[in-house]
């Protein structure tokens, strides 16, 4: 099932799955002609609902240097254990929008990602019981403020401001999503990252138990589990796309004072 979150004509926040009338769900969240949001008996065009993010964390978890090119392209090592930092709610936006983001820096890069999203609380979870407390799987994009990254050691200024965190459309629950599912990252239509699942250093059930050895997280909490090589800078009036197989196409713009 792939499920979404909207606002529908009346101003009602609901919950509702993203099908493809006549078959079976499809591998994208933008919907073709025949896509639907739907809600009980009612259905809506995609066009006529605002998108909102998929779940509603109370914190986002990230891992920070889980594929070994994209360390390598920032001159640092892999390390021995997940390296762990926060985004808050704060940081989350929503599928087709305009993200503003901090002015007058130097760099503010984007970072394609596989989100995992958490169906039940849990602490102290083992990797063989990891996928039990996973609800599915989402897009999410880590920007980062490069500026402010390079002279802070708890990145607080570099990660977790307002609108850094895009994620959506959808969540695809895990069968929708191959082991080797690929990632991809569209800036103006340009390819910009690619790679898969199986190139990540910790997997998804050894960073879920990792986690949950310090925290416990609840329902809607999602892990950002890293991002592939390939980041680069964003400019005022950028389109991204994040693509990952299995879930669909997370799409917004930048808006940069």
Known sequence: MKRVRFRDSAGNVRGGRWTMEGGEP?????????GRIAFGDESYPPEEVDV???CEPTKIIAVGRNFADHAAEHDADVPDRPMLFIKPPNT????NSTVTLLPDKERIDYEAELGVVIGEQCRSVSEDGAMDVVA???????????????????WVRGKAF??????????????HVPED??????????????????????????????????MTLVPGDVIATGTPEGVGPLT?????????????TLEHSVRIP
């Open 92 to 95: 989350v936006a929503s599928h």
């Open 136 to 154: 599915g799987f989402t897009c999410l994009n880590d920007i980062s403020n490069r500026d402010d990254q390079r002279q802070e050691q708890n």
């Open 52 to 54: 909102l993010p998929p």
């Open 26 to 34: 499809v591998v994208t969240a933008a919907a073709g002609p025949y």
């Open 236 to 248: 005022n009036g950028d389109d991204v796309a994040i693509e990952i197989e299995g879930v669909g």
């Open 162 to 175: 307002d609108n850094s965190c895009p994620i959506g459309p959808l969540v695809a629950t895990p069968e």
């Open 181 to 214: 599912a690929s990632i991809e990252l569209r800036l103006n239509g340009e390819l910009k990252q690619s790679a898969n699942r199986e190139d990540m250093v910790f997997s998804v059930p050894e960073l879920i138990s990792e986690i949950t050895e310090y």
